[in-house]
C-alpha cells in the first residue's frame, strides 16, 4: 500500500539558509499535518491543511510557512534557518476524521 | 485544550515478560486516542487507535489497550514482549469533531526489552 513520502530524507543547511521539505500523501487522503520533533522530544504540531486550506496552526514559527498544492503534496518552507531548527520533520496524512499515518520524517541539521 | 501524560519516561522489561505502558489525558470533550510506535530512526507507526465502541482495542504486533473514561486513562499492555519491541511509544489524543484535527502527544516512553 502507498504511504506518505517524505523528501528529502535527509538535509544539512547552514544557518540562515533557506529549506524546502516536501511531502506526498497517501492518494485520496485530504488532510495533511507537519511535526516537528527535536532530539529526545515528542512530535510537536506545527501546521495543518484540509483541502488544501490551513486547517489548524500550532507552535509554527513566523520564518515558516507551508502550502498545500493543487495535487495535495505539501511543501514546508524554513528561512533564516537556526541551530534550533535542527530536528525531525514529520508529514503525516489522513482521510478525516481518521487516524493520520506519518511518512518516515527528514532529519534537518543546521550548522 | 487537550493534554497527555505518560507516566513513565523509560520502562525496562525482561524478554517474555508483561508490559504495560500508562497514558493519562485531559480533555473537556469527547477524544479520539492512539498510540504510535517509533523505531529508532523511523518515522511514527500507529499501533491501535481507540474512536468509540468497545472499551478494548486490539492493535498491531499483540499491543492492546483499554479506554477508561472515568480515569481519562488508555494504557497500553502486551502480555510477552519480544526483543523487537524495543522502540519509543507515544500515546496520542485528538479531539472527536469533524474536520483535521491535530494530534497532541505524550512524552513518549521508551520500552527496552533485556534478554
Known amino acids: 500500500a502507498a504511504g506518505v513520502i517524505q523528501s528529502p530524507r535527509h538535509l544539512i543547511k547552514e544557518k540562515r539558509e533557506t529549506a524546502t521539505l516536501k511531502c506526498y500523501p497517501i492518494p485520496r487522503h485530504d488532510t495533511v499535518y507537519w511535526y516537528q520533533q527535536g532530539p529526545g522530544q515528542d512530535p510537536q504540531f506545527l501546521i495543518s491543511f484540509y483541502e488544501k486550506m490551513q486547517s489548524d496552526k500550532g507552535s509554527i514559527p513566523d520564518r515558516f510557512s507551508a502550502q498545500q498544492f493543487s495535487d495535495y503534496h505539501s511543501e514546508l518552507n524554513m528561512s533564516s534557518l537556526e541551530l534550533g531548527d535542527s530536528a525531525l520533520y514529520f508529514c503525516a496524512s489522513s482521510l478525516v476524521p481518521t487516524e493520520a499515518f506519518f511518512g518516515q520524517g527528514t532529519r534537518l541539521t543546521v550548522v | 485544550a487537550q493534554s497527555v501524560t505518560q507516566l513513565d519516561s523509560q520502562v525496562p522489561v525482561f524478554e517474555e515478560a508483561p508490559v504495560e505502558l500508562r497514558c493519562n489525558y485531559s480533555?473537556?470533550?469527547?477524544?479520539?486516542l492512539f498510540w504510535y510506535v517509533q523505531y529508532p530512526n523511523q518515522g511514527l507507526q500507529l499501533l491501535l487507535k481507540?474512536?468509540?465502541?468497545?472499551?478494548l482495542v486490539k492493535g498491531i504486533n499483540g499491543f492492546e489497550a483499554e479506554f477508561n473514561k472515568s480515569q481519562t486513562s488508555f494504557h497500553l499492555r502486551k502480555p510477552s514482549v519480544h526483543i523487537s519491541d524495543t522502540a519509543e511509544y507515544f500515546c496520542?489524543?485528538?479531539?472527536?469533531?469533524?474536520?483535521?484535527?491535530?494530534?497532541?502527544f505524550g512524552q513518549g516512553t521508551r520500552l527496552t526489552i533485556n534478554p
Open positions: 496520542a489524543v485528538s479531539r472527536s469533531i469533524q474536520g483535521a484535527q491535530k494530534l497532541v
Open positions: 481507540y474512536l468509540s465502541g468497545s472499551t
Open positions: 480533555s473537556s470533550v469527547s477524544v479520539y
